[in-house]
T-cell receptor
Framework: GDSVTQMEGPVTLSEEAFLTINCTYT??????LFWYVQYPGEGLQLLLK?????DKGSNKGFEATYRKETTSFHLEKGSVQVSDSAVYFC????????????FGKGTLLTVNP | EAQVTQNPRYLITVTGKKLTVTCSQN?????MSWYRQDPGLGLRQIYY???????DKGDVPEGYKVSRKEKRNFPLILESPSPNQTSLYFC?????????????FGAGTRLSVL
């Protein structure tokens, strides 16, 4: 079945540091890939997405590239801010019979001033 | 404003006392789904609905029921809650179930079953 593996946290960085959160996946067919973000006390918000190989999703300074050859979708940001502190979820949707999102376990990011 | 609204946001109950968590969306979405979030497990799908009167089980349906009588509403029903259903619950919706479509999430319902 489908699965998503993302690096375990927590990740603690200083403001303006470079961020990478690794995400690899196993899926049938050609899934769509997503990064969702969950700020403290809130629901999940879509951060970015990519729907086919070599697509790059980007938003708010975050980027991720759909790499079919390595089945990866790593999240990167060149300079993090305190306001980026949140839990980040990598997810895929392979369509299937119910279009469910399969999530990784989440990575808690804390950015210190 | 486009949104998915869940109620209540917080709920403490006792074993065996039936409860319903409501979910409503104002985006005219056909597809709706319920997930539960548990530490170290990420989010897992409980039930989903492709349209009115069309529902089916997700990965962890045991102990839950749903209904979809109207397009905008998708309540989650716990007929006899147990402590292992203590969790954070999210409702999500999207336009017709296509893999690339964005799913919009509610703010979550934190349930504690004593």
């Amino acid at each position: 079945g489908d699965s998503v593996t993302q690096m375990e946290g927590p990740v603690t960085l200083s403001e303006e540091a470079f961020l990478t959160i690794n995400c690899t996946y196993t899926a049938t067919g050609y899934p769509s890939l997503f990064w969702y973000v969950q700020y403290p006390g809130e629901g999940l918000q879509l951060l970015l997405k990519a729907t086919k190989a070599d697509d790059k999703g980007s938003n708010k300074g975050f980027e991720a590239t759909y790499r079919k050859e390595t089945t990866s979708f790593h999240l990167e940001k060149g300079s993090v801010q305190v306001s980026d502190s949140a839990v980040y979820f990598c997810a895929l949707n392979s369509g299937g019979s119910n279009y469910k999102l399969t999530f990784g376990k989440g990575t808690l990011l804390t950015v210190n001033p | 404003e486009a949104q998915v609204t869940q109620n209540p946001r917080y709920l403490i109950t006792v074993t065996g006392k039936k409860l319903t968590v409501t979910c409503s969306q104002n985006m005219n979405h056909e597809y709706m789904s319920w997930y539960r979030q548990d530490p170290g497990l990420g989010l897992r799908q409980i039930y989903y609905s492709m349209n009115v009167e069309v529902t089916d089980k997700g990965d962890v349906p045991e102990g839950y029921k749903v209904s979809r009588k109207e397009k905008r509403n998708f309540p989650l029903i716990l007929e006899s809650p147990s402590p292992n259903q203590t969790s954070l619950y999210f409702c999500a919706s999207s336009i017709s179930g296509v893999a690339k479509n964005i799913q919009y999430f509610g703010a979550g319902t934190r349930l504690s079953v004593l």
